[in-house]
């Protein structure tokens, strides 16, 4: 009986030549899901491997092979003489099979913890992998010099470090931190030892270590408003205490803070130019901040993220450079100066802390590529990186100048525009106080033009509407008509008055 059952509803079994899976894989699964969805029970006989083979065609070898698998799964068992059965532990384990209605209302769909929705729901992922014309904090990826690159890679494959393909030591490979403190030193007038770099996964791990090693549940921490999206998150799903504190024209407006919320336990701030209005923090204001952090003995993480790119006067020191209590945690990038698909970052810590924060990065995720971090050390080293950053300024201001006057000719009736002094970027602010930012980006990027709506980055405060616009990564020739393209979607969102918007040709 049993033996007719399993050879009667084998020989149905049908291969899906078009599928792309192996023969044998397709016949695991067949027989795995008959098992599972009872239509073959515990006990019933399988046709003989010789036979099923014939049935279907294929290698007798291929049918033992499956056999084999499936019986060291316990789905069947193997009886010396007798033949290949339905195991009976593969069905008896499992679970309840869900009632065939409700499987189809829910679709198998796990619900979300309050945690997991919390994580879900973040803005800091929008559209990440996106590098169209005008995505804000994407550098000039078809300007990196790889040629200089790949000869900085053969350099560091043919040098046979054994080490470079382990997971290399905690906090970073000291020739990736001696070209770490030579920049820093030499471009943001801050000193430091090489032991008090940790290089990291980017800036985004770097502020995760800060958070694991420095605040607990309920710990105040200031943050800029409008301000770094994923910090702010982070904190939050860190059980930190987040207050908002607004930016004037000085930068973090500390007496607003100190009137306004319990004293922090840490201040996350951007001065060099502040994420996202790109002001710059006045001297007096770093220097009130540091006696803040001194008097009350909290910390300041000061998020250096794009200070290489200035277009008018000299940036200002570094707040650490000007620090001299050993308050300020500095971190920097090199996903806007380099690429992003590097995914190397540092942190510069009073010496106290290096430990702490090399062990807390081993438990997250062990340390960055030491073949990556090498082969960076070398482009830094031999003048490279130097060169790349003052091509970029320089490429960086024409094309800043190309999207203002294209902005200002496309979309000046709706947009006041004004040359951003430093960075990647530059907001354009909606004429109409009244106008919807959102519905205004979203035509944009409906037409093709990718810019992110200022309000994103915003909790408490309530500013003028206007949009970001990133100028670094797109080409030269390219920018007059990405901007034609924004002129005419706002005039279809705003105004009612043109619904054939042009797209951009790529």
Request: glycine share 2%; net charge neutral.
């Given at each position: 009986m049993t033996k007719q059952k399993g050879g009667a509803l084998m020989s149905t079994f049908r291969f899906a030549e078009s599928s792309g899976m192996p023969i044998y894989r397709q016949l695991e699964n067949g027989i795995r899901k008959m098992i599972l969805d009872g239509n073959l029970s515990a006990g019933d006989r399988l046709p003989s491997s010789r036979q099923l083979a014939t049935d279907l065609g294929i290698s007798r070898q291929t049918v033992k092979n499956v056999f084999e698998q499936l019986t060291i799964e316990g789905f069947l068992n193997s009886r010396r003489g007798s033949g290949t059965f339905v195991g009976d532990v593969a069905v008896m384990k499992l679970p309840p099979e869900m009632p065939r209605d409700r499987r189809r209302l829910n679709g198998y769909r796990v619900q979300p913890s309050k945690h997991a929705r919390a994580i879900a729901a973040t803005k800091a992922t929008t559209r990440l992998g996106s590098v169209a014309a005008f995505r804000p904090g994407v550098p000039a990826l078809d300007m990196f010099p790889r040629k200089a690159w790949?000869?900085?890679?053969?350099?560091?494959?043919r040098s046979g470090n054994d080490i470079l393909f382990s997971y290399g030591p905690p906090g970073g490979l000291p020739e990736l931190k001696r070209a770490i403190r030579l920049h820093v030193r030499d471009h943001r007038g801050i000193r430091c030892d090489e032991d008090q770099i940790v290089v990291t996964a980017g800036a985004q791990q770097a502020f995760v270590l800060i958070a694991l090693t420095l605040i607990k549940s309920g710990s105040v921490v200031w943050c800029e408003d409008p301000g770094h999206i994923a910090v702010r998150d982070?904190?939050?799903?860190l059980c930190a205490d987040v207050k908002h504190v607004p930016?004037?024209?000085?930068?973090?407006?500390?007496?607003y803070a100190r009137q306004r919320h319990p004293r922090a336990r840490l201040i996350f701030v951007t001065p060099s130019h502040q994420h996202p209005l790109g002001i710059t923090m006045s001297l007096n204001r770093r220097l009130e901040l540091l006696d803040s952090a001194q008097q009350h003995g909290c910390w300041i993480v000061e998020d250096d993220y794009d200070s290489e790119?200035?277009?008018a006067e000299r940036a200002l020191p570094a707040m650490q450079a000007l620090d001299g209590s050993g308050h300020v945690l500095y971190v920097g990038s090199f996903s806007k100066?380099?690429?992003p698909a590097l995914r190397i970052g540092y942190l510069i810590s009073p010496p106290g802390l290096v430990d702490a924060f090399a062990a807390a990065q081993t438990l997250l995720s062990q340390n960055v590529s030491p073949l990556q971090q090498q082969v960076l050390a070398s482009f830094m080293l031999d003048g490279s990186f130097n060169a790349h950053i003052r091509n970029m300024c320089t490429l960086y201001q024409s094309r800043r100048d190309l999207l203002v006057q294209g902005l200002r000719q496309h979309a000046g009736s709706f947009l006041d525009i004004e040359p951003c002094l430093a960075g990647m970027h530059l907001i354009g602010w909606l004429r109409d106080g009244t106008a919807n930012e959102?519905?205004?980006?979203?035509?944009?990027r409906s037409a093709g033009i990718d810019c992110l709506p200022l309000s994103i980055y915003c909790v408490e405060q309530v500013l003028r509407p206007g949009i970001l616009f990133g100028f670094a990564c797109v080409p030269d020739s390219e920018i007059n008509a990405a901007t034609r393209v924004v002129g005419a979607a706002m005039a279809d969102a705003l105004h009612g008055g043109r619904h054939n918007v042009p797209p951009r040709q790529h």
């Open positions: 790949s000869a900085a890679h053969s350099r560091v494959m982070a904190m939050r799903l930016v004037d024209r000085h930068g973090f407006d500390l007496e790119f200035r277009y100066s380099l690429f959102l519905v205004a980006a979203e035509a944009i």
